[in-house]
């Protein structure tokens, strides 16, 4: 069956750390993948597309790697800071534009 | 980006009754979806509506239960028929990106739905 999965347990890191959020899947083969932030009482927020074909993609503090071979993405967020605090979702994309989803993995920065 | 909004925020309902939710963009777009999020759950994709032609439902979502209208380029309702418990989640309508690529989504701010 298809699956996507991020970790469970929130992730609390230091302000000023590197937080790295894993999403790995199976029986998915996406030609792009994304992930987007979700804030309480929120709908997602667009944050980085990553296609297969690329390694690597970056945008200010953040960063996404995309291996097709492992199926996973790491997602980066350095120099972390208070407000990027919230839950973040991994999204493949699975034909027409369709996206499936992660349940995500909390964020939780210490100042 | 697009502006999305949603109608309405929350409601609780009782088992049995119909809700209808609307979802508003202040710019046309070809592709909108509707998803759930269950507590504790990822967002499920419902449908996608493309004006002009019959939604398309994903496998688990059945147009008796979920009728979705698309009039037009800039509005689409998704109706919960005949509820129960099990349908009190958040519902979320979203439109493709308008500029960096159709690929991304964005989202309205969700209705969430309690169903006694």
Redesign the interface.
């Known amino acids: 069956s298809q699956k996507?999965e991020q970790n469970s347990e929130a992730l609390n890191i230091q302000e000023g750390k590197t937080a790295t959020l894993t999403c790995n899947y199976t029986n998915y083969s996406p030609a792009?993948l994304?992930w987007y932030r979700q804030d309480p009482?929120?709908?997602?927020?667009?944050l980085l597309?990553i296609r297969e074909n690329e390694k690597e993609k970056r945008k200010e503090r953040l960063k996404v790697t995309f291996d097709t071979t492992l199926k996973q993405s790491l997602f980066h967020i350095t120099a972390s800071q208070p407000a990027d605090s919230a839950t973040y979702?991994c999204?493949l994309?699975y034909g027409?534009?369709?996206?499936?989803?992660?349940?995500?993995n909390q964020v939780v920065v210490i100042p | 980006s697009a502006v999305i909004s949603q109608k309405p925020s929350r409601d609780i309902c009782q088992r049995g009754t119909s809700l209808t939710i609307q979802c508003q963009v202040d710019s046309q777009v070809t592709m909108m979806f509707w998803y759930r999020q269950q507590p504790g759950q990822s967002l499920t994709l419902i449908a996608t509506a493309n004006q002009g032609s019959e939604a398309t439902y994903e496998s688990g979502f059945v147009i008796d239960k979920f009728p979705i209208s698309r009039p037009n380029l800039t509005f689409s309702t998704l109706t919960v028929s005949n509820m129960s418990p099990e349908d009190s989640s958040i519902y979320l309508c979203s439109v493709e990106g308008l500029q960096g690529g159709r690929e991304t989504q964005y989202f309205g701010p969700g209705t969430r739905l309690l169903v006694l």
């Not at chain 1, 009482?41 to 667009?46: A, H, K, L, S």
């Not at chain 1, 027409?96 to 995500?104: D, H, I, Q, S, T």
Request: net charge positive; hydrophobic share 40%.
């Open positions: 996507i792009y994304q009482g929120r709908g997602p927020v667009f597309l979702l999204a994309e027409n534009n369709r996206l499936a989803f992660g349940k995500g």
